[in-house]
Nanobody
Framework: QVQLVESGGGLVQPGGSLRLSCAAS????????IGWYRQTPGKQREFVAL???????IYADSVKGRFTISRDNAKMTVYLQMNSLKPEDTAVYYC??????WGQGTLVTVSS
């Protein structure tokens, strides 16, 4: 059974940083692309970043230059380093494996 567990969310002031983690189990993690998405109330879930099984990365324009996605295949974990956070980054952040499996989400709130 595939499980994805996100952590690292919380309250941060504008301009601050957070690092999200998503730990996977029940799957050959290194064989799949994995990404981060986010959702705010009343809006559709939107793409944030993706890292391929080969290590290539893609970012949404809204986070390019501020967020960095990385993976540790030995730990079966993907990370999202978020810097220069803005209030509009406030959302529940979800990791997604291979377009099929979702975690439960972790809330990030950017507010003074």
């Amino acid at each position: 059974q595939v499980q994805l567990v996100e952590s690292g969310g919380g309250l941060v002031q504008p301009g601050g940083s957070l690092r999200l983690s998503c730990a996977a189990s029940g799957i050959i993690f290194s064989a799949f692309d994995i990404g981060w998405y986010r959702q705010t109330p009343g809006k559709q879930r939107e793409f944030v970043a993706l890292i391929s099984r080969g290590g290539s990365t893609i970012y949404a324009d809204s986070v390019k230059g501020r967020f960095t996605i990385s993976r540790d295949n030995a730990k079966m974990t993907v990370y999202l380093q978020m810097n220069s956070l803005k209030p509009e980054d406030t959302a529940v952040y979800y990791c997604n494996l291979d377009g099929r499996f979702w975690g439960q989400g972790t809330l990030v709130t950017v507010s003074s």
